[in-house]
């Protein structure tokens, strides 16, 4: 019997527009580069679901706004598979910003609509945080 693998696609390139999910202030990110991602030469950096990524905020609180942030990738619209081969997709692209790369903790207190738990198995602060799986 072969062992089940779990491989996230990486729908989001340079560009992307995504929404904030917790109460920190923004409302949309538009994603710069992913932490982390060594690619081709001329390719997009992409990213996908629990991936930490530096973004630019481009609608919200006028404070934060034009102001380049971290975040963690919570949801993404691509069918993500999981080790025991189901399939989830959400219903839209959704990051949570956190404070620091190098502490891992959420800005926002709150978080609207679900999170993957792929994010929490990856960053348990995040769920200590938030406390919403699906």
């Keep these: 019997m072969r062992p089940l693998k779990s491989r996230v696609g990486r729908p989001l390139t340079r560009g992307s527009v995504?929404?904030?999910?917790d109460n920190s202030g923004a409302k949309t990110v538009s994603l710069i580069h992913v932490i982390g991602y060594k690619g081709r030469k001329r390719r997009f950096p992409s990213g996908g679901v629990a991936d930490m990524i530096v973004a630019n905020v481009t609608s919200g609180d006028p404070k934060l706004k034009h102001k380049v942030v971290f975040a963690v990738i919570v949801r993404q619209k691509k069918a993500l598979r999981r080790?025991?081969?189901?399939?989830?997709?959400?219903?839209?692209?959704a990051v949570m910003l956190i404070k620091d790369r190098d502490t891992i903790e959420a800005k926002g207190s709150t978080v609207k609509g679900p999170v993957a738990r792929e994010v929490i198995e990856r960053f348990p602060a995040l769920g200590r945080a938030i406390r919403i799986v699906v």
């Design 83 to 93: 080790p025991d081969g189901t399939r989830v997709k959400f219903e839209d692209n």
């Design 18 to 21: 995504l929404n904030v999910a």
